[in-house]
Nanobody, 119 residues
């Protein structure tokens, strides 16, 4: 399984950014998918997740600002980030579970894409 993220970069506070993750080597439509992030000096945290059936979870810190979605035909996961805040600055990692989303951690990780929010 390979997960390749893209779309990270520098964004001003209040701005928007869309992250993408292309998956290969698995039956994407059957997998739970998600986004984690890790800021310097902090633990990695689950930001958003989506089940194979499309049910979503968003962390309280991003609820109302971020949207997670998936395109099974393209084996691609998205994270739409709106109203960016300085505290959203982190390395963002794409994650995949074989089936259901296990809060103990995913089965596969991407290499990460850096998001930096400037004031």
């Amino acid at each position: 399984v390979q997960l390749v993220e893209s779309g990270g970069g520098l964004v001003q506070a209040g701005g928007s950014l869309r992250l993408s993750c292309v998956a290969s080597g698995s039956i994407f439509s059957r997998n739970g998918m998600g986004w984690y992030r890790q800021a310097p000096g902090k633990e990695r945290e689950l930001v958003a997740a989506i089940t194979f059936s499309g049910a979503t979870y968003l962390a309280d810190s991003v609820e109302g600002r971020f949207t997670i979605s998936r395109d099974n035909a393209k084996s691609t996961l998205y994270l739409q980030m709106n109203s960016a805040k300085l505290e959203d600055t982190a390395m963002y990692y794409c994650a995949q579970w074989f089936s259901g989303i296990n809060p103990e951690g995913p089965d596969y990780w991407g290499q990460g894409t850096q998001v930096t929010v400037s004031s």
